[in-house]
C-alpha cells in the first residue's frame, strides 16, 4: 500500500514579499534557506525549513499564471498543503480507485527529479493537496 | 532568541466529518489516531499524525462558536498552521516588538499543559498562526 510520510510543505501565496517576510523572518525569526525566482511556475519562493518540513511564501510573478488568479481572486494566504508519499504512481491509482479527482492524473517530473502531481480540492474538503515522490 | 521548531499541525475545517475521512483516511491512507469531541473548542476532531507532524480535521459541533462562523462564511478548507516554539512568552514578546497584532496577547493553558497563542492573520498575510510550547 503506497502511503504518506510526512508534511513537505505548507505554501503561502503573498502579494508582496518583503512585507511578508518581516512576519516569517523577522519576527518569528524562521531561517530563509533560498529566495529564488522559479520561471516554471511563474513565481518568486522563499523556501524556509522547520523540523522536516518547509514552508514556502509564493509570489506570483506574472498576472496570467494559476497562482496569479488564485491570488487576486481570493488573496494571499494558505494555497496548499504537500505531502511526501513513498509511491506516487501507487498512491494515483490508489485515489482513482476512490473516485478521488485528479488536476494530474499522472505525475509530473520537476528539474530536480522529484516526482509531483495535485489532488482536486473538490475531492479533499476544499484543501489543495499535492503530492510528491522524492528521488531515492 | 525564542525560535521555531516545526510544523506541530495543520488544521482543516470540515462540514462533513465522514465524507472527509473517505479522503484522508481511505483514499490517501492515513492513520487516525483519534477521534474526540473536543467540549471546550466546540469542535469533533479527527487527529492524523504523519512524520512528526499532524493533520487535524476539526468540525464545529455548534453553530455559533468562531470556528462555525468561518465554516459558514468561508467553507471547508485550510484553517491554521501550528508551530512548535521553545519559548512562547519570549517568542509573543519579540513579535509585539515587531508590531505583529495578537489574537492572545497572552498564552493560554491547553488542559494538557500546552502553552497557545494566535497570531492575528492581518499581521501574517492573511494565514491564521498558532504557536505552541509544549510541556517539557
Redesign the interface.
Known sequence: ???????DH?A?L?DDME??L???R?????QVAGLQDVPAEAAQIAFMP????E?E?VRPTTEDSGLARYLQKR????HH?C??VDDIQG?LA??KL?G?QLINEEPRLGPDGRKYAFVH?K?????MVELYELPG
Chains 1, 2 share one sequence.
Open positions: 500500500m503506497p502511503s504518506v510520510k510526512r508534511i505548507i503561502i503573498v512585507a511578508t518581516r512576519f516569517w523577522d519576527a518569528l525569526g524562521m522547520t523540523g522536516g518540513s514552508i511564501l488573496g494571499p494566504g494558505m498543503v505531502l511526501e498512491m490508489q485515489l476512490h478521488v480540492p475531492s479533499a474538503n476544499g484543501v
